[in-house]
């Protein structure tokens, strides 16, 4: 199957402990996006890359980081410093950077609550 | 489940009537868009997309509309079914192709009444 894999799909962090997120294509996608999802917002970009060993800051990055050393995998970590960490993340990813027509598809999520 | 449609604007309608769901964008500058349908607990998945060149595109049971002099699209539904309840949004790209990032809607949750 491809697609993109989200894990864990629940994710519980205690006060001042890191924890990462895992988004996983196997659709030979270039670029790759991490969002938080609050209720009633739209969904917020919080970073993205657009090639391997690259990244950049969306616009809530606070308190989060990335890596992506491998096209099929960009690992999102919540810091301790992101102080309001309940959410509900979504990882997307498109087919090729750079055309103007970029369809992101979604995993399935993964929600993040604080212990 | 989880809901990501609290506070939302919501539609209901009756089973097997039509749907029009709004979004009024934000960037005039604004040349691709999509619409997307989130179930409860899910990941958002596409429906269709258009381009600005375009007003009009039909899919299967969709038809989405672009009205660019007011910054409006649709998302129309045909014969709406139970399996079409779910969170409606819009999304655009003011940016063209140079960081392929979108904006994304609030959302609208159609509720679908057997």
């Known amino acids: 199957d491809g697609g993109i894999t989200q894990s864990p799909k629940y994710l519980f962090r205690k006060e001042g402990q890191n924890v990462t997120l895992s988004c996983e294509q196997n659709?030979?996608?270039?670029?790759m996006y991490w969002y938080r999802q609050d209720p009633g917002q739209g969904l917020r970009l919080i970073y993205y890359?657009?090639?391997?060993?690259?990244?950049q800051k969306g616009d809530i990055a606070e308190g989060y980081s990335v890596s992506r050393e491998k096209k099929e995998s960009f690992p999102l970590t919540v810091t301790s410093a992101q102080k309001n960490p309940t959410a509900f993340y979504l990882c997307?990813?498109?087919?090729?950077?750079?055309?103007?027509?970029?369809?992101?598809?979604f995993g399935a999520g993964t929600r993040l609550s604080v212990l | 489940g989880e809901s990501v449609g609290l506070h939302l604007p919501t539609l209901s309608v009756q089973e097997g009537d039509n749907s029009i769901i709004n979004c009024a964008y934000s960037?005039?500058?604004?040349?691709?868009f999509i619409w997307y349908k989130q179930e409860s607990g899910k990941g958002p998945q596409f429906i269709i997309d258009i381009r600005s060149n375009m007003d009009k595109r039909q899919g299967q049971r969709v038809t989405v509309l672009l009205n660019k002099t007011v910054k409006h699209l649709s998302l129309q539904i045909a014969a709406t079914q139970p399996g079409d309840s779910a969170v409606y949004f819009c999304a655009e790209n003011p940016y063209g192709g140079a960081t392929n990032k979108l904006i994304f809607g609030t959302g609208t949750l159609l509720a679908v009444q057997p």
């Open positions: 997307a990813s498109t087919q090729r950077a750079g055309l103007a027509k970029n369809i992101q598809y």
């Open positions: 960037n005039s500058a604004s040349d691709y």
């Open positions: 890359s657009q090639i391997v060993n690259d990244f």
């Open positions: 659709l030979n996608h270039d670029a």
